[in-house]
């Protein structure tokens, strides 16, 4: 007998992962986007090029300090929901051998089964014999019946 479980199942669970997958490409493409122009917030264009006064190199140092921050942030939800889709998919493979193991079961069940039904059914001879009995009973009746 099975125990259930009370966590939700693995089949449940794909979709969540799918969508939370999803979802973390989408804010990384928006905030790419959305953080595109704040380094040149930091630099002023002269004549000659462009101006970084401390103030400027300081921001933008922690600007990329932040980048950096979120990349890995970013590259550890990463890692956590491909290690969760590696389980998945271990689980999946094992789910899929145990069904396979159970249609193999019910297959081999249904094939004694129907040599079972096959070989009980009475013969000609079975039939045969019956018959004569029956017949053979009636005329012990008669017989007795017949001399009262």
């Given amino acids: 007998m099975m125990r259930k479980s009370s966590r939700?199942?693995?089949?449940?669970?794909?979709?969540?992962?799918?969508?939370?997958?999803?979802?973390?490409?989408?804010?990384?493409?928006?905030?790419g986007s959305a953080r595109a122009n704040e380094p040149f917030d930091h630099i002023r264009?002269?004549?000659?090029?462009?101006?970084?006064t401390d103030e400027n190199i300081l921001a933008l140092a922690n600007y990329i300090q932040e980048l950096q921050d979120e990349n890995a942030r970013l590259q550890a939800t990463v890692d956590?929901?491909?290690?969760?889709?590696?389980?998945?998919?271990i689980f999946t493979e094992r789910l899929l051998a145990e069904k396979d193991k159970i249609i193999a079961l019910q297959e081999?069940?249904?094939?004694?089964?129907?040599?079972?039904?096959?070989?009980?059914?009475?013969?000609?001879?079975d039939k045969a014999y019956l018959v004569l009995g029956g017949a053979g009973i009636a005329a012990t009746i008669l017989l007795i019946a017949g001399t009262l």
């Fill in 8 to 31: 939700p199942s693995r089949l449940q669970v794909v979709p969540v992962l799918l969508t939370l997958m999803m979802l973390l490409a989408l804010l990384m493409m928006c905030s």
């Fill in 45 to 52: 264009k002269v004549d000659g090029g462009y101006l970084l």
């Fill in 80 to 89: 956590a929901l491909n290690k969760a889709l590696q389980e998945e998919r």
């Fill in 108 to 125: 081999e069940q249904i094939k004694e089964l129907r040599f079972t039904y096959e070989y009980s059914k009475p013969t000609v001879f």
